[in-house]
Protein backbone atom coordinates (compact mmCIF):
# COMPACT_ATOMS: atom_id res chain seq x y z
CA UNK A 1 0.00 0.00 0.00
CA UNK A 2 0.81 3.63 -0.66
CA UNK A 3 2.83 5.17 2.06
CA UNK A 4 4.31 8.45 2.55
CA UNK A 5 5.81 9.24 5.86
CA UNK A 6 7.24 13.04 6.56
CA UNK A 7 10.26 14.01 8.73
CA UNK A 8 12.26 17.26 9.64
CA UNK A 9 9.65 19.81 11.03
CA UNK A 10 10.09 22.10 13.56
CA UNK A 11 10.66 25.45 15.66
CA UNK A 12 12.62 28.05 13.79
CA UNK A 13 13.17 31.55 13.51
CA UNK A 14 11.89 33.92 11.42
CA UNK A 15 14.46 34.15 8.53
CA UNK A 16 15.41 31.03 9.27
CA UNK A 17 15.59 27.49 7.12
CA UNK A 18 14.82 23.79 7.69
CA UNK A 19 14.70 21.04 5.22
CA UNK A 20 11.57 18.51 5.47
CA UNK A 21 11.33 15.17 3.91
CA UNK A 22 9.12 12.61 2.78
CA UNK A 23 10.12 8.89 2.29
CA UNK A 24 7.59 7.32 -0.04
CA UNK A 25 6.57 3.40 -0.51
CA UNK A 26 4.22 0.91 -1.95
CA UNK A 27 4.10 2.92 -5.63
CA UNK A 28 6.61 3.46 -8.29
CA UNK A 29 8.11 6.40 -7.34
CA UNK A 30 9.98 7.71 -10.52
CA UNK A 31 6.54 7.33 -12.14
CA UNK A 32 4.60 10.05 -10.48
CA UNK A 33 4.40 13.77 -9.56
CA UNK A 34 4.66 14.81 -6.06
CA UNK A 35 3.38 17.29 -4.14
CA UNK A 36 4.10 19.25 -0.50
CA UNK A 37 0.63 20.79 0.80
CA UNK A 38 0.51 22.62 3.67
CA UNK A 39 -2.12 23.93 6.20
CA UNK A 40 -2.29 26.31 8.95
CA UNK A 41 -5.03 26.76 11.63
CA UNK A 42 -8.25 27.64 11.04
CA UNK A 43 -7.08 27.89 6.78
CA UNK A 44 -7.64 25.56 3.86
CA UNK A 45 -5.02 23.00 2.73
CA UNK A 46 -3.00 24.58 0.25
CA UNK A 47 -0.14 23.38 -2.59
CA UNK A 48 3.10 24.95 -1.82
CA UNK A 49 4.88 22.93 -4.55
CA UNK A 50 4.91 20.39 -7.29
CA UNK A 51 8.02 18.45 -8.75
CA UNK A 52 7.80 16.63 -12.28
CA UNK A 53 8.63 12.67 -12.17
CA UNK A 54 11.91 13.32 -13.34
CA UNK A 55 12.62 16.37 -10.95
CA UNK A 56 13.16 18.77 -13.94
CA UNK A 57 10.01 21.01 -13.85
CA UNK A 58 8.81 22.33 -10.09
CA UNK A 59 5.68 24.40 -9.55
CA UNK A 60 5.31 26.73 -6.71
CA UNK A 61 2.78 28.56 -4.54
CA UNK A 62 3.45 32.61 -5.07
CA UNK A 63 3.92 32.57 -1.53
CA UNK A 64 6.93 30.72 -1.59
CA UNK A 65 8.27 31.67 -5.05
CA UNK A 66 11.93 32.31 -4.65
CA UNK A 67 12.44 31.25 -0.77
CA UNK A 68 11.31 27.24 -1.37
CA UNK A 69 12.74 24.82 -3.58
CA UNK A 70 11.29 21.28 -3.89
CA UNK A 71 13.35 18.26 -4.77
CA UNK A 72 13.74 14.56 -5.08
CA UNK A 73 15.93 11.48 -5.11
CA UNK A 74 14.07 8.63 -7.62
CA UNK A 75 16.96 5.73 -6.15
CA UNK A 76 15.60 6.32 -2.91
CA UNK A 77 12.16 7.22 -3.31
CA UNK A 78 12.90 10.79 -0.85
CA UNK A 79 11.13 14.02 -2.15
CA UNK A 80 12.45 17.34 0.02
CA UNK A 81 11.38 20.73 0.56
CA UNK A 82 14.21 23.04 1.02
CA UNK A 83 12.31 26.24 3.60
CA UNK A 84 14.40 29.77 3.47
CA UNK A 85 13.73 32.80 4.60
CA UNK A 86 11.20 31.54 6.52
CA UNK A 87 8.33 33.59 8.00
CA UNK A 88 5.58 33.44 10.78
CA UNK A 89 2.51 33.19 8.20
CA UNK A 90 4.96 29.68 7.06
CA UNK A 91 3.82 27.93 10.16
CA UNK A 92 1.32 25.03 9.62
CA UNK A 93 1.41 21.37 8.95
CA UNK A 94 3.02 20.45 5.86
CA UNK A 95 1.88 17.55 3.72
CA UNK A 96 3.54 14.92 1.25
CA UNK A 97 0.81 13.91 -1.32
CA UNK A 98 0.64 11.47 -4.29
CA UNK A 99 -1.88 10.68 -6.17
CA UNK A 100 -2.82 7.77 -7.73
CA UNK A 101 -6.52 7.42 -9.19
CA UNK A 102 -7.28 8.90 -5.42
CA UNK A 103 -5.31 11.25 -3.43
CA UNK A 104 -2.80 9.63 -1.19
CA UNK A 105 -1.29 11.73 2.07
CA UNK A 106 1.06 11.41 5.02
CA UNK A 107 0.66 12.42 8.34
CA UNK A 108 2.34 15.36 8.07
CA UNK A 109 4.70 17.50 10.05
CA UNK A 110 4.92 20.57 11.75
CA UNK A 111 6.97 23.38 11.20
CA UNK A 112 6.20 26.42 13.41
CA UNK A 113 7.94 29.67 12.96
CA UNK A 114 8.22 32.14 15.69
CA UNK A 115 11.03 33.78 17.86
Known amino acids: QVQLVESGGGLVQPGGSLRISCAAS????????MNWYRQAPEKERELVAS????????NYADSVKGRFTISRDNVNNMVYLQMNSLKPEDTAVYFC????????WGQGTQVTVSS
Open 97 to 104: NVQIWTSY
Open 51 to 58: ISRSGRIA
Open 26 to 33: GFTFSENT
